[in-house]
């Protein structure tokens, strides 16, 4: 799978989802070929066109995505954990869940995983 990395991740959670096998990037590539996304809708839009998920610590982000009931047809995964607790918290998710569905969140605490369905 390929994940954005989005709101602030530790470096711990790149290298944990390489280790996992997946494929990481940078908003900084979304930037470089058009103007960068400035909602979460366009945001949305762009990673479901190149059907990349979104890995997240920010709650913010993903309070707008059910308060504005956006659709995205792909998954998220929302890290709710310290900084240096997240590399640990992205292998706890793949040992849980070898597969992630499409149209969920994984919400990733110290103590957890629960997986909600993303609204639309």
Same mark, same amino acid.
């Given at each position: 799978?390929?994940?954005?990395?989005?709101?602030?991740? +530790?470096?711990? +959670? %790149?290298? +944990?989802? @390489?280790? =996992?096998?997946?494929?990481?990037?940078?908003?900084?590539? #979304?930037?470089?070929?058009?103007? *960068?996304?400035?909602?979460?809708?366009?945001?949305?839009?762009?990673? +479901?066109?190149?059907?990349?998920?979104?890995? /997240? *610590? $920010?709650? $913010?982000? !993903?309070? =707008?995505?059910?308060? =504005?009931?956006?659709?995205?047809? #792909?998954?998220? %995964?929302?890290? #709710?954990?310290?900084?240096?607790?997240?590399? /640990? *918290? %992205?292998?706890?998710?793949?040992?849980?869940?070898?597969?992630?569905?499409?149209?969920?969140?994984? /919400? !990733? /605490?110290?103590?957890? %995983?629960? @997986?909600?369905?993303?609204?639309?």
């Amino acid at each position: 799978m390929q994940f954005l990395v989005h709101g602030g991740l +530790a470096a711990d +959670a %790149v290298a +944990a989802m @390489v280790r =996992q096998g997946h494929r990481v990037h940078q908003l900084a590539e #979304i930037a470089g070929e058009t103007s *960068a996304p400035s909602s979460p809708e366009e945001l949305l839009r762009e990673l +479901a066109h190149r059907q990349w998920c979104l890995l /997240t *610590a $920010d709650r $913010d982000f !993903v309070h =707008q995505v059910y308060d =504005q009931g956006l659709k995205f047809n #792909i998954c998220m %995964v929302l890290l #709710i954990a310290q900084p240096d607790q997240h590399g /640990t *918290a %992205v292998d706890r998710l793949f040992e849980r869940y070898k597969r992630l569905s499409p149209k969920r969140l994984y /919400t !990733v /605490t110290p103590g957890r %995983v629960k @997986v909600r369905q993303l609204p639309g």
